[in-house]
């Protein structure tokens, strides 16, 4: 039996309809949510990113502001922007593109950002209510993970979700979010002992470490859910996941291919996140 692939191009789109409808709303209110975002130095992939955000506001309605600075801005010249846009009423979500140049302290930056246009949701306010499940705005690719599951249909509540990565940005909340859901949660990284065994537990296993090929069909339970975070760029240019997608194809239940899957709802959850910022600044 061959698994559902989970499209998030879909998901996405339909999402992305609601929000439009929302922003009209909002319009007529006399508020049109604006996103500012801020990209320093010259990462190619960063730049792609960008340019991938703005088109996605202006698609939904959404006003973007960009702001592209020099490699050698300070960090003091970055928060000075920072605290600027915190003020300005037309901007309602910033985003600070990561990484940084190695001389600007990120979390130093995070930390200036006002917690209410935080729609990455990586100032320890958000990170915060998002472990308390009180959280306004959630971290965008674990609330993307969490509208692909909803949205499918597929229950959590007693369910064993296996998240491997424990970054900040991904695997933490996204175990927290799973946690929400009265799933079973744990979670592994790079000093688990035995990764294989505790994957093949998994009703859900979710990946994001950025290894490609790192979860074949051995790691995988007969009818399991997985979620692929990873994007890697493969040395003929191609992307993959972190999971042998051909292989556990034949395995799994549903699985996300890469690209198409989770990368979509992340964008999306931006721009919800973003309108949600302007219901809130009412
Ligand atoms: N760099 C790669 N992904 C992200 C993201 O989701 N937000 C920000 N700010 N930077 C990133």
Redesign the pocket.
């Known amino acids: 039996m061959s698994a559902v692939i989970l499209n998030g191009r879909e998901i996405s789109s339909e999402i992305r309809a609601e929000l439009k409808a929302k922003i009209e709303s909002l319009k007529k209110e006399g508020i049109q949510p604006g996103l500012a975002v801020i990209l320093v130095g010259n990462n190619p992939a960063?730049h792609v990113?960008v340019r991938n955000k703005k088109k996605a506001c202006e698609e939904t309605g959404i006003r973007s502001f960009e702001y592209v600075l020099p490699e050698e801005t300070t960090e003091e010249e970055l928060i000075s922007l920072v605290e600027t846009l915190n003020e300005d009423k037309s901007v309602h979500g910033i985003?600070?593109?990561?990484?940084l140049p190695d001389h600007i302290n990120k979390d130093n930056v995070i930390m200036k950002i006002s917690p209410d246009k935080d729609v990455?949701a990586?100032h320890p306010f958000n990170a915060g209510n998002t472990m308390l499940g009180r959280a306004r705005l959630l971290p965008?690719?674990p609330a993307g993970i969490m509208e692909i599951l909803n949205r499918t249909g597929i229950s959590l509540e007693g369910k064993e979700c296996v998240v491997v990565g424990r970054s900040d940005?991904v695997g933490k909340p996204a175990a927290m979010l799973l946690l929400h859901s009265n799933a079973t949660v744990t979670v592994c990284h790079s000093k688990t002992r035995d990764l294989k065994e505790v994957c093949r537990r998994a009703d859900v296993l979710i990946v994001a470490v950025g290894k490609p090929n790192l979860i074949n069909a051995d790691y995988v339970k007969d009818g399991a859910v997985v979620i692929d975070v990873g994007v890697n760029r493969l040395e003929n240019g191609k992307l993959c996941g972190d999971v042998d997608f051909e292989s556990v194809l034949e395995k799994a239940s549903y699985i996300t291919p890469v690209p198409g899957g989770v990368g979509p709802m992340?964008i999306t959850m931006?721009l919800k996140n973003t309108v949600i910022s302007a219901e809130l600044s009412k």
């Open positions: 960063s990113y985003l600070v593109q990561l990484p990455d990586f965008c690719t940005i992340t931006l």
